[in-house]
């Protein structure tokens, strides 16, 4: 299927920051999404104490969600600010402190140690780093990936999965003729030859 115009198309780390900076986050819900909801029983498969992580995060209102209900929680953003944010809308408590392993990386961790943010690119992150998952709630990361990034970004999420880990991924459709992105649009047979 065509991709339009998007398959050149690349937005820099400044630009996702910026949009941070002046607001433009129409891609944050204040809400649960609705597919989290319908589908959480496939992504937790009867288990609880799971490690679920958050690729490009955000302040995702799911990740309190997660973890009030017993889970542990990591993502990865690249705005300190979105991750600040998340702490404070939800009166959570937290402390910061270097990631050793990546230039100018930062750790934020609630105090109950059940929420674990990583300000840096994900591209930085690796299973040594961040251990590997039971589930992946991938809600805007894979549309929000420049389109030659696709490949790499699946190969990180695929290694950071457990054996039996939960994929659970949303994705958009619409002419990629007529909106330039993102979101960009991902062919469900892309999300095949990615994922498997």
Same mark, same amino acid.
Request: charged share 25%.
């Given at each position: ?75 990865? %953003?690249? *705005?300190?600010?979105? /991750?600040?944010?998340?702490? +404070?809308?939800?009166?959570?408590? &937290? =402390?910061?402190?270097?990631?050793? %392993?990546? *230039?100018?990386?930062? /750790?934020?961790?609630?105090? +109950?140690?059940?929420?674990?943010? &990583? =300000? ?6 690796? *299973? ?31 290694n950071l999965m457990e054996k039996n880990s939960s994929y659970l991924l949303v994705t958009v459709s619409y002419d990629p003729n007529k909106h330039k992105g993102p979101p960009f649009y991902v062919p469900e047979s892309e999300i095949k030859s990615l994922f498997g």
């Amino acid at each position: 299927s065509d991709v339009g115009s998007q398959k050149e198309r690349v937005v820099t780390e400044e630009e996702w920051l910026q949009k941070w900076e002046m607001g433009d986050i129409g891609f944050h819900k204040e809400q649960r999404h609705r597919l989290l909801q319908k589908y959480l029983d496939v992504l937790l498969n009867g288990r609880s104490g799971l490690r679920i992580f958050f690729p490009l995060c955000g302040k995702a209102v799911e990740m309190k969600w997660l973890a009030d209900m017993g889970h542990s929680i990591v993502g990865v %953003e690249l *705005s300190e600010e979105a /991750l600040k944010d998340f702490f +404070s809308e939800h009166s959570l408590p &937290y =402390c910061e402190e270097p990631i050793p %392993e990546i *230039s100018g990386g930062k /750790l934020f961790q609630s105090t +109950s140690g059940n929420i674990s943010l &990583y =300000c840096c690119s994900i591209y930085d992150l690796s *299973s040594s780093i961040v251990g590997k998952f039971d589930g992946i709630w991938d809600r805007g990361a894979l549309v929000a990936v420049n389109p030659c990034d696709r490949q790499h970004y699946a190969s990180l999420m695929i290694n950071l999965m457990e054996k039996n880990s939960s994929y659970l991924l949303v994705t958009v459709s619409y002419d990629p003729n007529k909106h330039k992105g993102p979101p960009f649009y991902v062919p469900e047979s892309e999300i095949k030859s990615l994922f498997g």
